[in-house]
């Protein structure tokens, strides 16, 4: 297996500053996901959940997935979400290569943001493998976060939340449907997210 990760020069100037991450990521309205844990996103619309929480955070971000996921993010489709400078593509070549690839990079603790789009639905020894390397020895200030985006309906055991996050547009809104079917720190529920401006101001509302 050859795997190449080439860390962009502009991650360094973020590192003095990840000691001051918070101890949850605020991403719309008043929900929240647990920073130093591993969350599930599902739904159409997963990749655009994670580049909602990609904005609300600082530093390099990781995205890795396999050579062959057709889901290829475009440069000006992102620009309204976040800078695509800030993102790394690691293309390995099989759904293991993925895991094992994300495990090592929340090892090592010195990217936020860790992305892992998923062909299939991991196992729980290895969900609980990737906690463990959020809390390791390198990383003990637990400032890194890890997303894996799930085909179909979801359903990987052990990880902190779950979310579902389907596209909801109408001819008045861009808006999404968001559901939380799991998570230890607030109150499951589903809400509408609606686009404000083209700056992606979101705001949520309770359903």
Avoid at 87 to 113: H, Q, Y
Wanted: hydrophobic letters at 40%; glycine letters at 6%; charged letters at 20%.
């Amino acid at each position: 297996m050859n795997i190449v990760v080439i860390v962009m020069p502009n991650i360094h100037p973020y590192l003095n500053n990840i000691s001051q991450t918070l101890p949850s990521i605020n991403f719309v309205g008043h929900l929240h996901l647990s920073s130093g844990k591993i969350h599930e996103i599902y739904g159409n619309s997963r990749t655009t959940f994670a580049l909602i929480v990609a904005q609300k955070m600082q530093g390099h971000i990781f995205w890795i997935r396999t050579e062959t996921n057709p889901n290829l993010l475009n440069a000006d489709g992102i620009m309204d979400f976040i800078n695509p400078g800030r993102l790394t593509f690691i293309n390995v070549k099989t759904f293991n290569d993925i895991l094992w690839s994300m495990e090592e990079t929340l090892r090592a603790g010195c990217i936020p943001l860790v992305i892992s789009d998923l062909p299939e639905i991991p196992d729980f020894t290895t969900v609980r493998r990737l906690h463990l390397a959020l809390k390791s020895r390198i990383n003990n200030d637990k400032i890194c976060l890890g997303l894996l985006l799930t085909p179909q309906q979801g359903g990987v055991r052990g990880v902190e939340s779950r979310w579902q996050f389907n596209a909801n547009h109408t001819q008045f809104d861009t808006a999404w449907l968001l559901e939380c079917s799991k998570a230890k720190n607030i109150k499951q529920g589903k809400w509408k997210v609606i686009k404000q401006s083209k700056s992606i101001d979101l705001v949520s509302k309770k359903l």
